[in-house]
């Protein structure tokens, strides 16, 4: 169903989780603006509470994500500590105005933490914040899951997990130093069932080092026999100027665009041809499951935490690391872990950089949204300039999207190039720019 055009992805563009994105973030954004978003939180706001734990027990070469080496008690437990400090700053800050519906526990593995532990965050959570039955989802890393893990998700009602599989071919964990064999994951599964966890989210990769179309059709077989709810598949993105744990990866080993585009395909055409629908241009879900759901309805959002049924306007993030989100302002607490923690000692919101939204970032962040989650946005005529247009001509010459009465759509084959689409309103890009991932 896919066409291959090289020149129309040629250029790298950002994965969109907000905009405008991480690459306008700036120290000119501070705890100062942090507190006055905070304040101007209006009572009954739904608020969406993520919690960082930047720790895993085992560090993949991979990983993209801020996190360190949880091999050091004593360095989990004053993070810890921090960190339920922090949850105690903001709370009063919030003074018991908006409530959470939503709380996704990422990291790292916050599996890198004790079970017990975890239980303690999250009182402290429902101690400080104003909640009403909150959703909450986990991320999991199935290498160090045992009993007790399965025991206190299910007591905390934790309603979806997300596990990192990845693939299911064992020279290319080798090659990408996360081994873990099948039958672990299987036992994983059927553990979080009997646990009653009602969604399994599984995160599969393609474009990884030595992986052959085989190994990814194996995967995709074996994710589709143990059916879990959801399915992320991403496009591995090698960038080890900026991850250093990546030089670990031989560059030479990775497959070319082409053969991640047609692996790309190869994952939409097998997962809904075994019953799972399509949600926007990287994750599928089972009828069912509320994202799809979300997207029937046209309902599906996009933020951090990827494509989402979280419609709360704010979201607040907690942990080194974390994201907020306002109207106004993107905030970003401070990465680094010591001196996030030495903030938090003096009573300081760790808030260190982010970027202020104009009107014009909300518009077009609204039409980058529908474009990526619903596949359409009604395009003001102000911003259909004469290099929009020409831009947009170049997809619309092969089918891919079409303009009319403003109404801009996507065609059945034109997703695998939405963010390249979605990337021709992004006021802030620039030709040429190779900070981003492939955009596919």
């Known amino acids: 169903m896919w066409t291959y055009y090289p020149e129309l992805l040629e250029t790298p563009v950002p994965r969109y989780t907000s905009y405008p994105t991480a690459a306008e973030f700036s120290d000119d954004v501070d705890a100062t603006d942090i507190e006055r978003e905070l304040a101007s939180v209006e009572k009954g706001t739904a608020l969406s509470l993520y919690v960082h734990i ?121 090659a990408i130093g996360r081994v873990q064999p099948a039958a672990l994951i299987e036992k994983a599964v059927e553990k979080l069932r009997k646990a009653d966890i009602g969604s399994i989210n599984f995160d599969l990769m393609y474009g990884l080092p030595t992986q052959t179309a085989a190994d990814l059709e194996n995967t995709l077989d074996c994710t589709i026999k143990l059916q879990p709810d959801r399915i992320a598949l991403f496009g591995y993105a090698h960038v080890p100027h900026m991850m250093p744990r990546q030089r670990r990866i031989d560059a030479n080993q990775l497959p070319g665009q082409a053969e991640r585009f047609a692996a790309a395909a190869c994952g939409y055409d097998r997962l809904t041809d075994a019953g799972y629908q ?23 959002r996009r933020n951090f935490q990827g494509f989402t049924t979280d419609a709360s306007p704010v979201l607040i993030g907690v942990g080194a690391t974390a994201i907020n989100s306002f109207a106004g302002c993107i905030i970003q607490n401070e990465k680094n872990a010591g001196r996030y923690r030495m903030r938090l000692s003096a009573r300081q919101l760790p808030a260190a950089r982010g970027v202020v939204r104009s009107d014009d970032d909300n518009r077009r962040g609204r039409i980058i949204e529908d474009i990526l989650c619903r596949g359409e946005a009604c395009i003001a005529t102000d911003m259909l300039d004469h290099g929009t247009h020409q831009a947009l001509a170049r997809f619309e010459r092969h089918g891919l999207v079409t303009l009319n009465a403003n109404v801009l759509r996507l065609a059945n084959n034109g997703l695998p190039y939405a963010r390249s689409i979605a990337a021709l309103f992004d006021r802030y890009r620039q030709p040429h720019t190779h900070s981003f991932s492939n955009a596919i």
């Open 54 to 174: 930047p720790y895993c027990r085992e560090i993949c070469w991979y990983c993209g994500c801020n996190t360190g080496a949880a091999n050091r008690q004593k360095r989990l437990s004053t993070y810890l500590e921090a960190l339920e400090q922090e949850i105690a700053l903001v709370a009063a800050r919030l003074a018991g105005r908006g409530t959470v519906r939503y709380i996704a526990f990422g990291g790292g593995s916050p599996n890198a933490i004790a079970p017990v532990e975890f239980l303690r965050l999250l009182q402290q959570i429902i101690l400080c914040f104003n909640t009403e039955s909150p959703e909450i989802s986990v991320e999991l890393d199935p290498r160090i899951l045992n009993d007790q893990w399965f025991s206190i998700l299910s007591a905390a009602g934790v309603g979806r997990v997300s596990m990192g599989v990845q693939t299911f071919a064992p020279h290319v964990q080798q």
């Open 278 to 300: 399509a949600i926007g241009f990287d994750h599928f879900a089972l009828p069912g499951d509320s994202l799809s759901h979300a997207k029937r309805q046209g309902v599906l």
